[in-house]
């Protein structure tokens, strides 16, 4: 058994025993020990040399991912400002429901960001994604926020359309109450190449969240499936 194959299977292994232990044995309607299902389609229109033109839709299932809570859109235009750097702009058009209501509050988000990323070696490489956001939320006061994203991944060979697999954690802030707030940490995060063209992932994410001003954190248990097309 190749050495890429047997760290795909122990990291598999490992995460499916983490996964067990970390999941609460009772299902809950509230953010707390809430399992949730987040699926995520993404196009690529152009990859070129310098410019890259993408847009991604979103839809988030809650309470034990029985019903729709949130739905997103949002076209992004990147920049290859160095072989180590992109930079770019996202417009994001979110609707989010209320944990256990029936109304959908409507967000525009407009992000700047730069994304720093480095291969060390044949196999790993790591990266970052730091945003700066204007958010604009409907009937509410709006606020500046930033996301400060780390990812940590390896290339597989020799283990079928499993290509690579990886882990990241995202640091959300809150410029307004000069507080950290959210936190996305992925301990699994799997790729699998379905075609030339086609890439499918599926990921399991511990979302943590300080709610309505509150110091306690709150985490959900989020399965992500995502596939992303490139013409």
């Avoid at 292994?13 to 009772?26: D, G, Y």
């Avoid at 990147?78 to 750097?85: A, R």
């Avoid at 940490?185 to 699998?192: E, S």
């Avoid at 985490?219 to 097309?229: L, P, R």
Wanted: with cysteine; net charge neutral.
């Amino acid at each position: 058994m190749s050495n890429s194959r047997h760290f795909a299977r122990c990291t598999l292994i490992l995460a499916i025993f983490a996964l067990v232990e970390l999941c609460p044995t009772r299902l809950i309607a509230e953010f707390e020990g809430d399992n949730r299902s987040w699926q995520t389609l993404g196009v690529t229109f152009h990859d070129g040399d310098n410019w890259r033109v993408k847009a991604a839709a979103q839809t988030r299932l809650y309470d034990d991912s029985k019903f729709l809570g949130t739905w997103l859109v949002t076209p992004t235009v990147e920049y290859k400002l160095h072989p180590n750097l992109d930079i770019g702009a996202s417009y994001l058009l979110e609707d989010v429901r209320g944990e256990a209501g029936d109304n959908y509050t409507r967000l525009h988000i407009f992000w700047l960001h730069a994304s720093p990323h480095w291969q060390l070696n044949e196999k790993f490489s790591f990266s970052m994604r730091h945003l700066l956001g204007y958010r604009a939320i409907e009937s509410r006061d709006n606020c500046w926020i930033t996301r400060h994203r780390f990812s940590l991944s390896r290339k597989l060979d020799d283990c079928g359309p499993l290509i690579g697999v990886g882990m990241d954690t995202e640091l959300i802030y809150n410029c307004e109450t000069d507080r950290f707030y959210e936190n996305r940490f992925k301990p699994l995060n799997l790729t699998f190449s379905l075609n030339e063209r086609t890439k499918f992932q599926f990921y399991c994410m511990l979302q943590s969240k300080r709610l309505r001003g509150e110091s306690d954190w709150e985490t959900a248990y989020v399965f992500g499936q995502t596939m992303v097309y490139r013409f």
